[in-house]
């Protein structure tokens, strides 16, 4: 199972239009029928905000949105203070929703697929960490990859 982002799912809607990929969203749509790809409610409801025809699909094909537990929550919040973020400042890294996805992955035990931009040098302060980055500490450990790369691993070919 993986747990999307959405920056990833946007990624997907927004680069492989379904008109032109109708065989890569069947597959997308079995793949959340299954319950393999999955969604932190939090990243729903940004997907939602940018994109409502997405979720609408995303309905449609029957996605299981997981909850925000308590135990999701009080994850969330060890990794905001390993990130030294003080109250509601968030810097220019993550914020409270990348938490709880993050936390959710971490919770779950799964994969994050993330289309957040890789930090090739990190910032000094760890409050500007982004997701990728923070997914890498060794005190978070949540294995992550892009949308693109998921697709290239699953090995699937879309023949029209």
């Known amino acids: ?18 008109a032109q990929f109708p065989a890569l969203w069947n597959w ?24 409502p025809e997405c979720v609408n699909w995303l309905k449609e094909a029957g ?6 537990t308590e135990a999701i929550l009080l994850e969330a919040m060890r990794i905001k203070d390993l990130l030294e973020i003080e109250e509601d400042r968030y810097g220019s890294g993550v914020d409270e ?11 779950h035990d ?5 289309n957040e931009a890789v930090q090739a040098v990190l910032a000094a302060h760890k409050r500007k960490y982004k997701i ?5 500490m060794d005190t978070v450990k ?12 699953s090995e699937a070919v879309f023949n029209g």
């Open 97 to 107: 929703n990348d938490l709880i996805i993050i936390a959710t992955a971490k919770i």
């Open 142 to 153: 949540v294995p992550s990859l892009d949308y693109l790369l998921y697709l290239k691993r």
């Open 28 to 51: 997308m749509a079995d793949r959340v029928a299954q319950g393999v790809i999955q969604m932190s409610e939090v990243a729903v409801e940004e997907v939602g905000h940018k994109v």
């Open 63 to 68: 996605l299981q949105k997981l909850p925000v």
């Open 132 to 136: 990728p980055a923070v997914c890498k």
């Open 1 to 18: 199972m993986q747990v999307f982002d959405a920056s990833s799912m946007i990624h997907a809607w927004d680069n492989y239009p379904i």
């Open 110 to 114: 799964v994969e994050l697929v993330t």
